[in-house]
């Protein structure tokens, strides 16, 4: 099993830019879970999704932050326009259905930073 | 207030000894704890999960559960340098991890 799979690993940008990350989960997970990480704040979720339907999105910080999931192999984090703010380390993490699931496995994170 | 609460360390333990971390939590609708492990610049990955009052073993490491007091714990037996990491506590209310800020573990060799 390839575990789940983020990209790019690195990300570097300008103030102002669209970036896009990309995350495909553990084959046959119903359960994606987009984290943020940075030395302030810890590892914060910032939504997840069911089945592919966002279920919770209550720790997006704004507008300037969307995500999707398409189908249930891929789903990807947008930051528009981006901020400096914004550098931080990206986890998705991905679960099975339960009664198999409430384990969350997490990709090896993109790094961005915002210029 | 953080939901949940760690002392964010560093803890330092001699090569050999326990290691004890500790972890609170103020959500009593939490319903399983999670203990992971990561190493620096790397993804934090599962030690391991408890959801029943009481201890659960896995080799050389012991989770600890007291719902009444609030109270997670993680003890690591016969410390290893390779357990030098940061330990991130998290509580899981309807499939959401609420994560600590992590305790930092350094083992002295």
């Known amino acids: ?115 | 207030q953080k939901e949940v609460e760690q002392n964010s360390g560093p803890l330092s333990v001699p090569e050999g000894a326990i290691a004890s971390l500790n972890c609170t939590y103020s959500d009593r609708g939490s319903q399983s704890f999670f203990w992971y492990r990561q190493y620096s610049g790397k993804s934090p990955e599962l030690i391991m999960f408890i959801y029943s009052n009481g201890d659960k073993e896995d080799g050389r490491f012991t989770a600890q559960l007291n719902k009444a007091s609030q109270y997670v714990s993680l003890l690591i037996r016969d410390s290893q340098p390779s357990d030098s990491a940061t330990y991130l506590c998290a509580g899981e209310v309807n499939e959401k991890l609420t994560f600590g800020t992590g305790t930092r573990l350094t083992i002295i060799p």
């Open chain 1, 1 to 115: 099993d390839a575990g789940v799979i983020q990209s790019p690993r690195h990300e570097v940008t300008e103030m102002g830019q669209e970036v896009t990350l990309r995350c495909k989960p553990i084959s046959g997970h119903n359960s994606l879970f987009w984290y943020r990480q940075t030395m302030m704040r810890g590892l914060e979720l910032l939504i997840y999704f069911n089945n592919n339907v966002p279920i919770d999105d209550s720790g997006m910080p704004e507008d300037r932050f969307s995500a999707k999931m398409p189908n249930a192999s891929f789903s990807t984090l947008k930051i528009q326009p981006s901020e400096p703010r914004d550098s931080a380390v990206y986890f998705c993490a991905s679960s099975a259905p339960r009664p198999l699931g409430h384990i969350q496995y997490f990709g090896a994170g993109t790094r961005l930073s915002v210029l």
